[in-house]
């Protein structure tokens, strides 16, 4: 008597494979439409840059200190790189590890959200002053949502972890990577784009 051949042969924890397939792609589904939303604000801040309605096209806003533009760059590269090397000790199992590196990227998301609103509302600018502050003062606000949705799904993260109600695994260190990846780059762009493209 000959045995069945298996058709499908699954390794041992192959079972949760479809689900870590769609937090993948859910995440990146909505860094896409995210894409299409900056797209948007960028045509937005160019097609007013152009036209320069009533010359009210930066009417003389102040820049920020040089020291708080620093921080409001860097602070969330640094949280970029600390979500990073979560990503390879959540990949390596070290589950102790991942807590502490955890708690630091939280602390670091939390400055990121301090420096932002530190931006937005004590630097000058002021939706009264014209076509170039009301587009980047929205903009900025629309980035600063984003890096709370990061927050609050980096809280989500280390409680679970931290209690126990569900281990973090790989895929959900590595969706919230990209996801802080994105914003950051995105955040870092933009700061650019209203320095300098003016």
Known sequence: MTEAVPTS??????????????????????LAANTTLQLTFLFAYLYLRANNFGGMWRPGVGTPAPGITLMILLVPVVTTLVLGAAVGVAGRGDRRALTRILGPALLLGAATIAVRVYQLYHTGYDLA????????????????????????????IYNSHVRQTVVASHSHVRALFEYWLYATVVAVVVSGLIQFVT
Not at 141 to 154: R, Y
């Open 129 to 156: 002053a014209g076509t170039y502050v009301d587009i980047a003062v929205i903009w900025l606000a629309v980035i600063l949502a984003e890096f709370v949705l990061g927050a609050l799904w980096m809280v989500s």
């Open 9 to 30: 042969v699954r390794a041992p924890g192959d079972e949760n494979l479809p689900r870590v397939r769609s937090l993948i792609v859910g995440s990146r589904m909505m």
